[in-house]
């Protein structure tokens, strides 16, 4: 898909990596790109082409509504989200569910929402914006992990289901970028703008999945191991 002339919107597009996915988009000739979050009038609007939208992943009319209001869409990134740093074990029910119906349930009823468009327009492109943590739990990560993990299975069954509707479906997966939702957390981090680089130089490319940094390459090589390589021994070995 070429970028250049291309009709997008970026859910949590006012911070981080949503809004170096915008940028990223207009530098690439995005004809028109549809800035959503939950507060729009906190976006930049200072170029003419962005558009902002109201689209909260919990307020299913707010989906709706944005989804009427984008209809031209020809790509589509889904790059808003929440981190509770709930412990699976000791965190509150609710707040896992919370992670579960934001990334999974949400995320889902975007792409439901703006499927028909991306249909009627012969197609395009549809960005999931994953996690390293699709395929790994790390201390302190429990709720998020699980979240992610179903993300992105949810991910490779759109991308089946949408197969024959000249739709590509893609998924991004990174450690950490130096955004709002990784402050405080002493380890390293990547430039959110390299995020928005890669996935799109894979949607030009055509690729069904993006790994944009060192850790998301090791864990994923991993996984075909020993889950002890990532892991460590079990307790007593």
Same mark, same amino acid.
């Given at each position: 898909?070429?970028?250049?002339?291309?009709?997008?919107?970026v859910?949590?597009? /006012?911070?981080?990596?949503?809004r170096? +996915?915008? #940028?990223e988009l207009l530098?690439?000739?995005a004809? $028109?790109? !549809?800035?959503a979050?939950?507060?729009p009038?906190?976006?930049?609007t200072?170029?003419?082409r962005?558009t902002?939208?109201?689209?909260?992943l919990?307020?299913q009319k707010s989906i709706? #509504? %944005?989804?009427?209001a984008a209809q031209?869409?020809?790509?589509?990134?889904?790059?808003a989200?929440?981190?509770t740093g %709930?412990?699976l074990?000791?965190?509150?029910?609710?707040?896992?569910r919370?992670e579960?119906e934001?990334?999974? +349930? &949400?995320?889902?009823? *975007?792409?439901?929402?703006f499927v028909?468009?991306?249909?009627?327009n012969g197609g395009g492109?549809?960005? /999931?914006?994953?996690?390293?943590?699709?395929?790994?739990?790390t201390e302190?990560t429990?709720? !998020?992990?699980?979240? $992610?993990a179903?993300?992105? /299975?949810?991910? /490779?069954? *759109?991308?089946?289901?949408? %197969?024959?509707?000249?739709?590509?479906?893609?998924?991004?997966?990174?450690g950490?970028? #130096?955004?709002?939702?990784?402050?405080?957390?002493d380890v390293?981090?990547?430039?959110?703008?390299?995020?928005?680089?890669?996935?799109?130089d894979?949607v030009?490319?055509g690729?069904?999945? *993006?790994?944009?940094d060192e850790?998301?390459r +090791?864990?994923?090589?991993a996984?075909?191991?020993?889950p002890?390589?990532? !892991? &460590?021994p079990?307790? &007593?070995n």
């Amino acid at each position: 898909m070429d970028i250049a002339g291309s009709i997008a919107l970026v859910t949590g597009a /006012n911070r981080g990596i949503g809004r170096c +996915f915008v #940028d990223e988009l207009l530098a690439r000739g995005a004809k $028109k790109v !549809y800035a959503a979050a939950r507060r729009p009038e906190l976006i930049d609007t200072s170029d003419s082409r962005i558009t902002p939208l109201r689209l909260d992943l919990l307020d299913q009319k707010s989906i709706v #509504d %944005a989804a009427a209001a984008a209809q031209d869409v020809t790509l589509l990134v889904n790059n808003a989200g929440i981190a509770t740093g %709930a412990q699976l074990l000791t965190g509150d029910l609710d707040t896992i569910r919370l992670e579960l119906e934001t990334h999974l +349930f &949400g995320t889902l009823q *975007v792409i439901r929402a703006f499927v028909p468009a991306l249909t009627s327009n012969g197609g395009g492109a549809m960005v /999931n914006v994953l996690s390293v943590l699709s395929w790994v739990a790390t201390e302190g990560t429990g709720s !998020y992990a699980v979240a $992610k993990a179903a993300e992105w /299975n949810m991910t /490779n069954g *759109v991308r089946l289901e949408l %197969a024959g509707q000249k739709t590509l479906v893609q998924g991004v997966h990174l450690g950490a970028a #130096d955004t709002d939702i990784m402050a405080g957390r002493d380890v390293p981090k990547i430039d959110p703008a390299d995020v928005a680089r890669a996935s799109l130089d894979g949607v030009q490319a055509g690729a069904v999945e *993006v790994l944009v940094d060192e850790p998301s390459r +090791f864990v994923k090589a991993a996984l075909s191991g020993d889950p002890a390589e990532l !892991y &460590g021994p079990p307790p &007593g070995n």
